[in-house]
């Protein structure tokens, strides 16, 4: 894996680290500010989704983090690949079901960085 591959990887789970904490620590602060489209009465009663939604995106931030310290090239280009094609599977999700906002900050970057993995594991 590059050393451009590294650095969006490691861009990429800084996010997810982001998503993780404001949905399960600050969901009641930083979500309202986020998510301005939803009821500000709905917050209280959907921290514990929002907690669960946070865990998730925890373990994506994980598994790219993880990538980083796999010596085989290969097998750091596979786990990364997994990992992102997860990412823009619900960057493409919430797009469709939420926002389209969701496909430019949470699927592009993940798309942009899995094409550069591709290419440079092919090459």
């Known amino acids: ?9 490691v861009v990429i789970a800084l996010e997810h680290l982001y998503f993780m904490y404001f949905e399960m620590f600050a969901w009641e602060t930083i979500g309202k500010k986020t998510f301005k489209s939803l009821p500000e009465h709905l917050f209280k ?8 939604q946070g865990l998730y995106n925890g373990f994506l931030a994980a598994g790219l983090i993880w990538s980083l ?18 990412i823009i599977i619900a960057g493409v ?4 079901s939420a926002s389209r906002k969701i496909f430019y900050i949470q699927a592009m970057p993940a798309i942009v960085t899995l094409t550069i993995n591709l290419i440079q594991k092919h090459f």
Not at 93 to 96: D, N
């Open 45 to 52: 009663p959907t921290k514990g989704l929002a907690a669960n």
């Open 93 to 96: 999700y919430g797009a469709i």
């Open 69 to 86: 310290f796999i010596t085989d090239s290969g097998w750091s280009v596979n786990i990364a690949t997994f990992f992102l094609s997860c």
């Open 1 to 9: 894996m590059n050393t451009i591959s590294k650095i969006l990887i």
